[in-house]
Nanobody
Framework: QVQLVESGGGLVQAGGSLRLSCVASGRFFRLYAMGWYRQAPGKQRELVATISSDGRTTKYGDSVEGRFTISRDNAKNTASLQMNSAKPEDTAVYYC?????????WGQGTQVTVSS
């Protein structure tokens, strides 16, 4: 069982930056692939970025490629999402996800609002 707690959301102006963090409980964080997803009102949840368990492989959604960076610190059980050049369309609830084999765990989400 893994519990995930996101933080760092808030209000940012367009063009600004924000850093989200996800802290995981448990001793086996290093074995989980981690990901950030987001859901805007009236829209489906979409992939933002994922990172492999060893941190060597990352993947980004088309809409954030080149602006957002996902990272992880296995010693601190933390995954992070650095958001740069924020756009109003980035406004959403951002969720952290941990996955291994057929198991997945989600955080409660953190709201990000980008003002124009």
């Amino acid at each position: 069982q893994v519990q995930l707690v996101e933080s760092g959301g808030g209000l940012v102006q367009a063009g600004g930056s924000l850093r989200l963090s996800c802290v995981a409980s448990g001793r086996f964080f290093r074995l989980y692939a981690m990901g950030w997803y987001r859901q805007a009102p009236g829209k489906q949840r979409e992939l933002v970025a994922t990172i492999s368990s060893d941190g060597r492989t990352t993947k980004y959604g088309d809409s954030v490629e080149g602006r957002f960076t996902i990272s992880r610190d296995n010693a601190k059980n933390t995954a992070s999402l650095q958001m740069n050049s924020a756009k109003p369309e980035d406004t959403a609830v951002y969720y952290c996800r941990a996955s291994i084999a057929s198991s997945e765990y989600w955080g409660q989400g953190t709201q990000v609002t980008v003002s124009s």
